[in-house]
């Protein structure tokens, strides 16, 4: 699909407006599912006053070329990891602090408060305005020749991570060589050899398919990286009022009913690529945290990235 037919999604009648909404991630996968949810009940609530078109499965482009649209405005909506967002807002780094969150409470409490919220508007100066964090579970080693058991396991071994610093950060920590490569390109970079393994949720290891590569799953659940659905901030200043409160309203039944779908999506990914082959393995935590635990020296100098990690250590 080319730019030409996204500017087409720019027009409408009148009477309505059509927000265009681009994303990396596979028709199956449950943050896309999510958005039909928010286009469905945004069209719901509007009586057909607004429009969501989705251009799924990197049609538009890797998440950097997603963020690039909606700086400049061709496109309204997108939705990357929060590991992306490193490079325009430092405080995005909190995310890939391995061991940051205690459970699943803790991160849904997290992102429900004001703590959450602050976050979602720090990207207004990059022309970035935050909706919603929705989950994206736990990320986690899966590889191709032998399971990650203990840290000494990833000694030497090409992991893809994704562009953040943090990330590279915790590989190297971990005795692993990390290797950046853009999630349309890493089917073929770990079928190739390019890289021994790669780190992420269930959902997104069983809808790229990477388990028909890598057999081995170790659930360490290093960090809990959420997906952040962000609107360009020259689209969020065109909305009335209303309109702006059609779309929040819509955003929380999106979110309620996306981490619903994220925990059934979970389990079935779980069992399906078990069901292919894959081993699963759960190694002890404890080992991992320990030998990552130096990260956080990296904000010895840092008053506010140390303030926002007290404050969510410290969130009941």
């Not at 999506?265 to 082959?277: F, I, P």
């Amino acid at each position: 699909m080319t730019l030409t037919i996204l500017f087409l999604g720019c027009k409408s009648e009148k009477s309505s407006k059509t927000l265009r909404l681009g994303h990396t991630l596979d028709v199956q996968h449950p943050v896309h599912k999510a958005m039909v949810i928010f286009g469905e009940e945004l069209d719901k609530l509007s009586k057909g006053k607004i429009k969501v078109n989705i251009y799924p499965s990197g049609q538009l482009g890797g998440e950097r070329e997603c963020l690039e649209l909606l700086q400049i405005g061709s496109l309204d909506i997108t939705k990357v990891s929060a590991a992306v967002l490193e490079n325009f807002i430092p405080e995005y780094k909190v995310f890939s602090i391995p061991y940051m969150f205690r459970d699943k409470a803790h991160t849904f409490s997290v992102f429900d408060s004001e703590i959450g919220e602050n976050l979602l508007l720090k990207g207004e100066r990059f022309r970035l305005r935050g909706l919603t964090f929705y989950d994206a579970g736990s990320r986690s080693f899966y590889m191709k020749e032998a399971p990650v058991k203990m840290p000494k396991d990833l000694k030497g071994k090409k992991i893809r991570v994704q562009k953040s610093n943090m990330a590279v950060a915790m590989i190297n920590d971990l005795g692993g060589s990390p290797t950046p490569i853009s999630w349309g390109e890493l089917y073929t970079a770990l079928q190739q050899g390019v890289v021994d393994g790669a780190e992420n949720n269930p959902p997104s290891f069983y809808t790229s398919k990477h388990y028909e590569v890598c057999k081995f799953y170790s659930l360490d659940e290093h960090t809990s990286v959420p997906d952040v659905l962000l609107i360009g901030t020259d689209t969020w200043k065109r909305l009335s009022n209303q309109e702006k409160e059609w779309v929040s309203k819509a955003i929380k039944v999106s979110t309620i009913a996306q981490r619903k779908l994220w925990a059934a999506s979970e389990k079935e990914s779980l069992a399906a690529v078990k069901a292919a082959g894959v081993q699963i393995f759960y190694p002890e935590k404890k080992p991992f945290e320990e030998q990552t635990k130096g990260i956080l020296s990296l904000f010895d100098e840092n008053k506010e990235m140390k303030t926002l990690i007290s404050s969510i250590k410290n969130k009941q």
